[in-house]
């Protein structure tokens, strides 16, 4: 155990396994909280506005607190560090769910876990792009143990709530951020950032260096020049991710209303999360030969071509194959964006950049959660149609925007592979 807080000096494939059981632990709390909270909040006694009011607030508050964190990471001796701070007062901060009563002490203490929870996976990230930047680790042979995880989460939790009712929540919520915390003690340590660059900036034009002058310190909070020029390629991402909104909130209920059971319907995601796993598994070599700008473009057409036929009955085995294109359309566009921050973004600011990506693609998924309510409720399965055509912009973003240009190289385009 003492080893694990001296820096990580070991082989490729021993970072690979510790940051296969970061994310596990990650993941784990997620696939406790994202589908069982709502149902605990129902028990409770919060009426459907009451939910919906709790559930928006936290998510606007993890836009703010994510990138404010994960800038402190870059500047710490150690993102290590800061994973274990945040994750551990996680943990302090699930302890309140078993002792709070009303719905303003449930307020506080969700608004406490979102502060400090909201940057553990971006973290967890670009601790895992620097170890593809110092080791070439491959980063889907670790991620894909995340999405394993919050698989057995659901399944696990499902079983628990089942038996011992919505109450068990707050200690099953509780029992995950405790094996979280136990497991990212593991977390390698690489020692301070380094500031090497592909994009070589002087000094005088880095407006996060600190200045006496209060306007200038406030300039910190925006993104560097490095990671603004990847702008058009992390909307054209966001708006891919934020299109699966509609399918996160209403595909079950879209495919009950079709006539289907509750084991088909289960089915239909484990097919989705099972093709996930694949392809993190194997995505590296398609990467390199498609490029990030390549392999975004056939996500997000595959998306498109996903939401058009989401709103036709294709029977259990159509929606089935449906479900592949997940693979693509959802982890595809989150290993292309690892991939653009890893290949573009000096390892300083690794933490900014995942930082302003979470924060674009958090707002907006949950505009599109919040659109997409109305929709469905007014037009049912040819809402979905909406989602496409978010997508569809997506792609035009990354035709129609010019490809970034490295200045070290005389302009010649910097295609992230």
């Given at each position: 155990?003492?080893s694990f807080?001296?820096?990580f000096a ?13 994310f596990?632990g990650?993941f784990?709390t997620?696939?406790?909280?994202n ?6 909040l129902?028990?409770?006694?919060l009426?459907?506005d009451?939910i919906?009011?709790i559930?928006?607030v ?5 836009v703010?607190a994510?990138?404010?964190?994960l ?6 001796r150690?993102?290590a560090?800061v994973?274990?701070?945040v994750?551990f007062?996680?943990l302090?901060?699930?302890l309140l ?5 009303g719905w303003?002490?449930?307020?506080l ?13 971006p ?6 792009l ?5 080791l ?8 894909l143990?995340?999405?394993l995880?919050?698989?057995a989460?659901?399944v696990a939790?499902?079983f ?18 405790a ?17 090497a660059?592909p ?6 034009n880095?407006p ?6 209060f306007?200038r310190r406030l ?11 990847m702008l058009p390629?992390?909307?054209?991402i966001?708006?891919?991710?934020a ?5 996160n909130g209403f595909g ?5 209303k079709l006539?289907y ?28 030969r498609?490029?990030v ?6 996500a997000g ?6 939401w ?9 085995a ?7 294109t ?8 989150h290993?292309?964006?690892?991939t ?7 390892e300083?600011?690794?933490?900014a ?9 958090t707002t ?7 659109g ?9 399965a040819?809402?979905f149609l909406a989602?496409?055509?978010?997508a569809?912009?997506?792609?035009a ?21």
């Amino acid at each position: 155990m003492a080893s694990f807080f001296r820096p990580f000096a070991g082989d490729t494939r021993a970072f690979e396994r510790r940051m296969s059981w970061v994310f596990v632990g990650t993941f784990l709390t997620l696939g406790v909280f994202n589908p069982f909270f709502p149902v605990w909040l129902a028990a409770e006694g919060l009426d459907g506005d009451t939910i919906g009011f709790i559930l928006a607030v936290q998510i606007a508050l993890r836009v703010v607190a994510c990138p404010l964190v994960l800038q402190l990471a870059d500047r710490s001796r150690e993102r290590a560090d800061v994973l274990l701070a945040v994750t551990f007062a996680s943990l302090g901060a699930a302890l309140l769910f078993l002792v709070v009563d009303g719905w303003l002490a449930i307020l506080l203490a969700t608004l406490t876990l979102a502060a400090v929870w909201s940057p553990v996976i971006p973290l967890s990230d670009a601790v895992a792009l620097a170890g593809v930047r110092r080791l070439r680790i491959d980063y889907g042979r670790s991620r894909l143990w995340g999405s394993l995880a919050f698989i057995a989460a659901n399944v696990a939790g499902g079983f628990a709530i089942a038996r011992l009712g919505p109450q068990a929540f707050p200690a099953i919520l509780v029992a995950a951020f405790a094996i979280a915390a136990v497991v990212t003690l593991g977390v390698p340590r690489l020692g301070r950032p380094r500031q090497a660059t592909p994009v070589p900036l002087a000094p005088t034009n880095e407006p996060w260096v600190p200045t006496a002058s209060f306007q200038r310190r406030l300039r910190r909070l925006a993104p560097a020049p490095d990671v603004r020029l990847m702008l058009p390629m992390l909307l054209a991402i966001g708006l891919v991710q934020a299109s699966h909104a509609l399918l996160n909130g209403f595909g079950s209920l879209q495919w009950s209303k079709l006539g289907y059971s509750s084991a088909e319907i289960g089915i239909f995601w484990a097919i989705g999360v099972v093709a996930e796993v694949v392809l993190f598994r194997f995505a590296a070599k398609p990467m390199q030969r498609l490029g990030v700008r390549g392999f975004v473009i056939v996500a997000g057409l595959a998306c498109v071509l996903r939401w058009v036929l989401f709103t036709i009955d294709l029977g259990v085995a159509g929606f089935a194959l449906l479900q592949l294109t997940h693979a693509l359309t959802f982890a595809g566009t989150h290993i292309a964006l690892q991939t653009l921050i890893g290949s573009s973004v000096a390892e300083h600011r690794l933490g900014a950049a995942q930082g302003t990506a979470f924060a674009l693609q958090t707002t907006l998924m949950a505009s599109a959660t919040f659109g997409g309510g109305f929709l469905y409720t007014a037009f049912g399965a040819q809402s979905f149609l909406a989602m496409a055509a978010m997508a569809a912009v997506g792609v035009a973003i990354l035709l129609l925007a010019p490809q970034p240009q490295r200045r070290d190289v005389g302009g010649a385009t910097n295609e992230p592979s």
